[in-house]
């Protein structure tokens, strides 16, 4: 786990943007969509604040963050990685793809290694469907995997 690491002026940014917004009919979401872009996710620690200055439990705010998927609960690495789990690439295998990039780097989908250098996303589609199965490295495609690849593929990334 990544330790969260707001600054003064970050939360100095946040308590602003909520005392500008909280009166406003459904400033919830808007309020939790400029903390992400100031904090980059929305840990625990973001989440208290909003929750504290707003008076709206704690719980809402978790469940609006894990019911959009706009909203990231876990910074992003240094190295998106987003493996297609859409059909033409699941058939092909990258569920296992998915499943050996989980085990090397010992974080579930949506995670971020402790390091800050990669992190994991499923996706549905990114429209090459005909290397299947595809990864993205950031901006970079890699298609027609296998398992026995991933390792040299993360090497270049080291």
Do not use: H, W
């Not at 092909?92 to 971020?112: P, Q, V």
């Not at 990114?126 to 090497?155: K, Q």
């Amino acid at each position: 786990m990544v330790p969260f690491n707001g600054t003064k002026e970050q939360e100095e940014s946040l308590r602003q943007v909520i005392e500008e917004l909280k009166n406003d009919k459904g400033s919830l979401m808007p309020i939790m969509q400029k903390a992400q872009d100031i904090y980059g996710y929305l840990p625990y620690e973001v989440q208290k604040i909003i929750s504290d200055e707003m008076d709206v439990p704690l719980e809402k705010i978790y469940g609006v963050a894990t019911f959009y998927s706009q909203f990231n609960l876990f910074p992003k690495g240094k190295y998106k990685i987003s493996v297609c789990l859409g059909t033409a690439c699941y058939v092909k295998g990258s569920g296992d793809i998915y499943n050996k990039l989980m085990e090397t780097l010992g974080i579930a989908g949506g995670e971020c290694t402790s390091d800050g250098k990669f992190s994991l996303d499923a996706c549905r589609c990114i429209g090459a469907c005909g290397l299947a199965p595809v990864m993205m490295i950031n901006d970079e495609v890699y298609g027609r995997l296998t398992v026995e690849e991933i390792d040299g593929i993360l090497s270049k990334y080291e």
